[in-house]
């Protein structure tokens, strides 16, 4: 399934980014229209225009600056920046936040639903979800079973979006455990915990973008 192997693509970008990288880099600024595919339908990550380096630890922007002759690295607040529908909810919540790595899984997991559903608002999905129906049915229409992907993968797509995309950054799986359901089939969340944690306050639906283009 092209898709499935497009969200892979992402993803090792952002494991790459997270875990691999030194220094660790924060994108904070991750939408369709920042991934682009070459004949083959590789997905790379562009536009680091709003990227920051990230502390050791790997879980807050950081500010360099200059004293004397040396430099100093400190945890900064920034404002939220990025793309309306694909930033973190806890980035929106008024005046200065720390953007962390959770913030960028948050955007990942908006994409990954909207690589599989296309144009539909999460909410739908999660109540899809909730009700614990098919959530396949919130895959994009124009897809056919069999002929342009296949159940599972698709199923597991839209679940670990709804996974990554979780109200509460506590929620929200790492990207090593992202990469491990995409590429090691390892097990998703039970029902009970997607229900009543990750998507918990799905009111505060971020995808209302299209991807068309995807």
């Not at 590789?42 to 630890?57: E, M, Q, V, W, Y």
């Not at 920034?78 to 790595?101: H, L, M, S, W």
């Not at 799986?173 to 915990?193: G, I, S, W």
Request: proline share 4%.
């Amino acid at each position: 399934m092209i898709r499935y192997k497009i969200a892979k693509d992402i993803g090792s970008a952002l494991f790459y980014l997270h875990l691999d990288c030194k220094p660790y880099i924060l994108q904070r600024d991750i939408k369709p229209r920042n991934i682009l595919l070459d004949e083959n339908f590789h997905a790379k990550l562009a536009d680091f225009g709003l990227s920051r380096i990230a502390n050791p630890d790997n879980n807050a922007v950081l500010q360099t600056t200059v004293v004397g002759s040396a430099e100093e690295h400190v945890d900064v607040q920034t404002t939220a920046v990025g793309t309306e529908g694909y930033i973190d909810p806890q980035c929106k919540k008024g005046g200065k936040v720390r953007f962390n790595c959770p913030s960028n899984v948050y955007s990942f997991g908006i994409v990954l639903l909207e690589i599989a559903c296309r144009g539909k608002r999460r909410e739908e999905t999660c109540g899809l979800y909730r009700n614990k129906g098919d959530v396949v049915e919130a895959a994009d229409t124009r897809l056919e079973i069999g002929a342009d992907f296949e159940r599972r993968e698709m199923e597991r797509l839209i679940i670990l979006g709804l996974w990554c995309s979780a109200f509460e950054t506590q929620h929200r799986p790492t990207m090593q455990k992202a990469m491990d359901v995409l590429e090691c089939n390892a097990p998703l969340p039970d029902h009970n915990f997607i229900t009543n944690s990750a998507l918990a306050s799905s009111d505060h639906d971020a995808s209302g973008a299209s991807t068309a283009n995807i």
